[in-house]
Each structure stands twice: as C-alpha cells, then as structure tokens.
C-alpha cells in the first residue's frame, strides 16, 4: 500500500486537474464560440501553464480532450462544419529568455546541428483562418475550430480586401500552382478600424467591443456577409496547409511565394541564434504601438522546411516553431474612487481611480469608463475588482469587474456639473449627458483650449496643460482667440516667467498662424469633425471663407460627411459666438493655408466621383481611396456637382438619382481599368 501522504497529494492533484480542465473548457467555449472571455488572456496563460505542470507531475496519459492537447474549441451549430485539409496546429508559448533558450535547445539536439536559421514573425492578435484554393479559385474558408474541423465563413471571407479570391498565376518556370492548395494566416481588425467601429453611431447603445480581437471574431462570424464587410477586416497569410510544402522550401520562401500570390505578409526578421530571436523580441516590442494592428507577442520558426519536418509535432503544436509572448497587457486591480470629468464639449465621463498597477510595463492608476451605460454594463462600482489593460498602445481601459458583489451599489450621475454647478442635460438619442455651462464652464474652456493647441491641430507646443488651466483659472481669456489676444510679457510678473520661455510661447503661437487649414478647422473642435473630415472639408472648400458660405448640399458632397456632420458645420458657424472667435482668430493674424492640390494626369484627376452599389473584384472603400490617390474627389453622395457616378451591381437610388441629373455613368470593369491606367 501507498503511505497515505502520497495517495494524498495525487487525489489533491487529480482534483485540481480536474478543476482546471473544466475551467479551461469553459474558457475556451466562451473565448471562441460566444466572442466573450470572462478572464484575461494572460489569466487564461496561467490556468494552462499550470494545468501542463500538473499533467506532467502526475505522470499518466494525458486525455485527449484535455485543453493542453486541444485547440480551441468545437465548431458551434450555426455555420456549417468544414474538416480541414491538413490540421491547424497551435502555438507553445514562450514567456522567459529561459524558455526561448529551452525551445533552441531541444531543436539543436534533436537535429544535432548547432547553426539554425530562424525566422521571427509578428504574431498577429485575431482569429485563424484556413483558406482552400483549388484551381488557384478561393473555394472554402474555415475558422480554425477545433483543430480539424472549423466553421466555414467563407461568404464572409469572401469581402476581406486582403483576401484574394483567385491567386495570382506563378510566372513561367516557376514551381506551378498546386491544384489544391490550403493558406492559413490570421484575421484581424485594424486599430483604427477598431476605433471607428465602437464609435459608428449605428453602433450607440451596443455594448462596445473590448478588444480588436474580439471585434474581429464577432464580425467574421455574422449571418450577413454585409456586416462582415462594413467591418473592415484585414489578413495576414503566414502558413500553409494541404499541398503547402511544394511550393517552397523555407518559410522566408513560402512568405515570398504567398505574397506573389496576392496575400498581404508581415515584416519578418531571419536569424541565427538566441540572442539575435531575443533582440527581434526586444525590437517587435518597442515598435508595437506604432503598428497599425495589435501583435502579442512573436513566432519563432525554423526557416527550412526539410529541417522542421524532421522534428514534427507533439500534440497541440509543432516543435519547431514557439510563440514568444509579450509581457501581460491586461491585470487585476481595484476601484477606489470614481469621480465625474467634464469635457471639451460638456461631456461628463466618469473616471475610475484605481490602486496603481503595472500593465505592460507603464503605471495605471486611472481609466475613462467612457459613460454612464458602459460604467452600468462592466458593472464597475466604488470597490469593485476589475480588469484593466492597455489597449495595444497608450490608453487604459477597464475591461469589466469580476466577482461582482450583487449587493454593491453602482454610482449615480451628478445632479449638476461637478466643476461649475451649472445644469445637466441630455440631447436626444445621446448617451451622454452634458453640463449645460458652455465656456463659462471652466472645465469646458481648458479642454477647448487644450484641443486647440494640441498636436493634430495648432500643434503649439510650449502651451503645457498647467499653464492653460491657470490662464483659465486666473481669468486672463475666455474664449481661444483670447490665446493670440493675451499679453504674454505680462508673464514676467504674473508668473515670474523666464524671458526665454516667454519668447518660446510667442514664437510658436506666430508659427501656428500658417497650420494647414485642416488642421485650423480641426483645432475649432465642431462637433464631429475628427482630423479626416477636418481635411476633407479643407480639400473641398480650399478656404475658410468658402467653406462659412457653404450650404448643406454642398456639405453633403464631400467625402464621408453625412447629415450630422453637415448639420454640425452649419450650426457651428451660424452661432454669433463663433464667428465672433473666427473673426477674431483672422484679425490676430491667423492665416490658414490653403490644400495644394494633388498633381496628377490621371484621366478622373480632379473630378467628384461617386461609387455606388457592390462591386466583385474591388472592395468598394478601397477603390475610393485609390481614387484618391490619383486626385479624384470620391464623394458619398450624388448632387450637381459630381461628375461621374461608377456603378456596381444592386445599385440604388443614388443610379437613379444621376440618371435624372444626367450625369455619367461607369461600370466595375471601366473603374478597374481606371484603376489599371494609372499603375
Ligand atoms: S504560425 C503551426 N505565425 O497565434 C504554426 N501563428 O497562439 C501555426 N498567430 O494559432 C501558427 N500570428 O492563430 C503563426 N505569425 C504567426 C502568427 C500566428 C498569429 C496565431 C495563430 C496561432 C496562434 C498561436
């Protein structure tokens, strides 16, 4: 018989194994059919680290349904199931120089060679797809399910702009295109996709996404493949499947061969040894946020493809490939306070000040909670245990609480601005409520004033926020032209101010007379003009004046502006105050200059032209940007003065609108070989 300490610690084993199997299955489950984690992925990390520790330590068979010999999860009930080709593998995961060392190792020894190449990729933060091309024809596109069989989205898949839906033809004399030929590679969802998503106004009152990631699942496995389309996915090709390994003989080749057929590939690096993998580690780290897409880590890969079939797989992943994660952007901390923000234009965003806590390398002790029904639905109350991460870059987040306690009471709106007591009120249909004090509103006036200097407008850079919130504080202006109308050199003796900083101010305020004039209409902070539409007003108007004079149609012709934002300007410059502030701003020098025009001879150059209706070979927003490019005003809507209105099929009454203005009409193939001309 066993001593009883040792019969003991494998019940306490098993039982903990046992939790954490089922835990990680229902993990799994909401992770990848319901696109709702309730844990952070490094939490989920940590849950399976543990569970393949304890695996090992017990010594028996490990189950094949257990999650550190599964990927993924089964395929749901509503699309239909598609067996993969060829298996998609996952990833073991690296999280120390240690295990990066250990990983070199064990593919050194197993192939006893010494000197490797491998090569590092960025590893792509979204959803594994497996596409099948037979005949060089994109015929079925899979989600990665459990491994073997996926849910075939191929519809969905079809309105990827990245996505070819037939491959590109091999030149002559190189390896010909395999008859079936399986690419994989990862959807995702661009940062600034992201954004714009969660902010749609279609989008009000639904729940916001959490993370890119989950934006892209949720948009890749909808009903309606317009929805799929609207949401602007991109892709990565990064491997192959069936009929994969004749085409090339590395991953550098195969990631060469990929991107002659058509697919978008990543930046990689090819190296020899730890040190160089840890450096690609260290340099993919820093440039993170600059990427325009979320990446969590890297993915080491022997480069030569006789090499990695020698060493193969063990269950869930290959041996001679390791994901190397970064650092944890996602913690657990606690609310201690929760205090109400009053914005540039009265918004107030309720705050969470939270204990200090390192996410990704940065000090987070505050989170935006954006809104009353976001602060209602991830339940955050004064201390609730939440989640926070930073998103890909800069700005915290709290995700949601966990272990909500039922009895906590959530905050309440103020019953009046918390800076200036003035009264709340709420425009229809918005979410937002706002103080009701304008720039008498000192809060409002700072954040106006702020705006204003900041980088993407007047970029005046010696005006620090202290500085500004005195100004206000002290009464010196009360409005932004006052910025330009205040005497700095009374700054000796208010502020006991330096002669140098004092000149600095002055000459950067001189400076900022000539911004761009997009810039300057940004800077003004009218009510949904982000910097694009700011440069798009500039472009179509070419001066202040014109664009003071303009009506709603002629609003309505440029690019991206809708009814809103047409209804904005117009109210915005029909208000006295403003266009006392304007006149103003021009009679202390301010002088915004003019958009150069885009020089091209392109045979559209010049003209506004609207694309109506769906086209098949082109994805219809990037035509538009194409045709930007070559200095064609692509415009939303149809009026007198478009020019030429291009067509797709199910066109609709915009067809029809132009048809009774009389104005030129193109088809899809005329627009590709516009688009042809000019390459
Ligand atoms: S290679 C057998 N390369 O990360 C090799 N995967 O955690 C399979 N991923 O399942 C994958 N970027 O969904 C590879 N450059 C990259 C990747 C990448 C993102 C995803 C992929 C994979 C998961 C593993």
Same mark, same amino acid.
């Given at each position: 018989?066993?001593?009883?300490?040792?019969?003991?610690?494998?019940?306490?084993? @098993?039982?903990?194994?046992?939790?954490?199997? &089922?835990?990680?299955?229902?993990?799994?489950?909401?992770?990848?059919?319901?696109?709702?984690?309730?844990?952070?992925?490094?939490?989920?990390?940590?849950?399976?680290?543990?569970?393949? %520790?304890?695996?090992?330590?017990?010594?028996?068979? %490990?189950?094949?349904?257990?999650?550190?010999?599964? %990927?993924?999860?089964?395929?749901?009930?509503?699309?239909?199931?598609?067996?993969?080709?060829?298996?998609? =593998?996952?990833?073991?995961?690296?999280?120390?120089?240690?295990?990066?060392?250990?990983?070199?190792?064990?593919?050194?020894?197993?192939? &006893?060679?010494? *000197?490797? &190449?491998?090569?590092? *990729?960025?590893?792509?933060?979204? =959803?594994?797809?497996?596409?099948?091309?037979?005949?060089?024809?994109?015929?079925?596109?899979?989600?990665?399910?459990?491994?073997?069989?996926?849910?075939?989205?191929?519809?969905? %898949?079809?309105?990827?702009?990245?996505?070819?839906?037939?491959?590109? /033809?091999?030149?002559?004399?190189?390896?010909? =295109?395999?008859?079936?030929?399986?690419?994989?590679? /990862?959807?995702?969802?661009?940062?600034?996709?992201?954004?714009?998503?969660?902010?749609?106004?279609?989008?009000?009152?639904?729940?916001?996404?959490?993370?890119?990631?989950?934006?892209?699942?949720?948009?890749?496995?909808? =009903?309606?493949? @317009?929805?799929?389309?609207? @949401? @602007?996915?991109?892709?990565?090709?990064?491997?192959?499947?069936l009929g994969g390994r004749k085409i090339a003989s590395s991953q550098s080749e195969l990631l060469e061969r990929l991107a002659n057929f058509g697919f978008a590939v990543q930046q990689t690096h090819c190296v020899t040894d730890v040190e160089g993998l840890l450096a690609s580690y260290q340099q993919l780290m820093q440039q993170r946020s600059s990427l325009p897409y979320e990446i969590d880590g890297v993915v080491y890969k022997l480069n030569n493809f006789a090499l990695q079939e020698r060493i193969g797989a063990v269950a869930r992943s290959p041996r001679w490939a390791i994901a190397h994660k970064f650092p944890a952007q996602e913690v657990v901390t606690y609310v201690k306070a929760i205090i109400w923000q009053v914005g540039r234009t009265g918004v107030l965003t309720p705050v969470a000040e939270m204990d200090p806590v390192a996410v990704g390398g940065v000090i987070v002790s505050r989170a935006t909670l954006h809104n009353m029904d976001e602060l209602t639905r991830k339940q955050v109350y004064v201390g609730a245990k939440v989640i926070v991460r930073r998103a890909g870059d800069v700005i915290p987040e709290v995700v949601r609480a966990i272990d909500v306690d039922a009895m906590a009471e959530l905050p309440e709106l103020p019953e009046q601005c918390p800076v200036c007591a003035a009264s709340l009120f709420r425009s229809d249909g918005e979410v937002a409520v706002r103080c009701s004090g304008g720039l008498s509103c000192p809060a409002q006036l700072i954040e106006r004033l702020r705006h204003f200097v900041s980088r993407g407008a007047m970029d005046i850079e010696s005006m620090g926020d202290k500085f500004i919130a005195q100004l206000v504080e002290e009464k010196k202006l009360v409005d932004i032209a006052g910025l330009y109308e205040f005497d700095y050199n009374t700054l000796y003796e208010w502020q006991g101010m330096g002669e140098r900083r004092i000149s600095k101010m002055q000459a950067a305020l001189a400076t900022s007379k000539q911004r761009p004039l997009g810039r300057f209409l940004y800077a003004l902070g009218i009510r949904h003009v982000g910097v694009t539409t700011a440069a798009s007003l500039a472009d179509q108007f070419g001066s202040l004046d014109a664009l003071m004079q303009s009506d709603e149609e002629m609003l309505l012709a440029v690019p991206d502006v809708g009814s809103e934002v047409a209804g904005a300007v117009l109210s915005f410059f029909a208000e006295p105050h403003n266009r006392d502030v304007v006149e103003r701003l021009l009679a202390a020098g301010i002088d915004p200059e003019a958009p150069k025009k885009k020089a091209s001879n392109h045979p559209l150059a010049g003209k506004t032209v609207v694309l109506t209706g769906s086209f098949s070979a082109i994805n219809r927003r990037v035509a538009q940007e194409q045709l930007r490019a070559l200095g064609v005003r692509a415009s939303g809507s149809v009026s007198k003065q478009t020019d030429l209105v291009i067509a797709g099929e199910k066109a609709g009454s915009k067809l029809t609108k132009a048809r009774e203005l009389g104005i030129e009409v193109a088809d899809e193939l005329q627009l590709l070989a516009w688009l042809h001309s000019s390459e």
């Open positions: 018989m066993l001593p009883l300490s040792v019969v003991d610690v494998s019940t306490a084993l @098993r039982q903990r194994i046992e939790v954490l199997r &089922s835990e990680l299955c229902e993990h799994n489950y909401r992770y990848y059919i319901l696109d709702q984690a309730s844990i952070s992925d490094a939490q989920y990390d940590t849950l399976l680290q543990e569970l393949e %520790v304890l695996e090992a330590e017990l010594g028996e068979p %490990v189950p094949a349904s257990s999650p550190t010999q599964t %990927v993924g999860a089964p395929p749901s009930q509503v699309f239909q199931s598609r067996s993969h080709g060829e298996a998609l =593998l996952s990833l073991a995961n690296a999280f120390s120089s240690d295990d990066v060392t250990a990983f070199v190792q064990r593919i050194t020894d197993a192939l &006893s060679m010494q *000197e490797l &190449s491998f090569i590092v *990729e960025p590893k792509v933060d979204g =959803l594994a797809i497996n596409l099948r091309y037979e005949s060089g024809k994109l015929t079925v596109a899979a989600t990665r399910g459990d491994g073997t069989t996926g849910e075939d989205v191929t519809d969905n %898949v079809r309105t990827i702009g990245d996505i070819p839906w037939q491959l590109i /033809e091999p030149e002559s004399g190189a390896t010909e =295109l395999p008859d079936v030929l399986e690419v994989r590679g /990862e959807i995702y969802m661009s940062r600034a996709s992201f954004g714009r998503l969660n902010e749609r106004k279609d989008r009000e009152g639904a729940a916001p996404f959490a993370n890119p990631r989950n934006a892209a699942a949720g948009a890749l496995r909808q =009903l309606d493949a @317009r929805v799929t389309a609207n @949401r @602007r996915l991109q892709f990565f090709a990064y491997g192959v499947g």
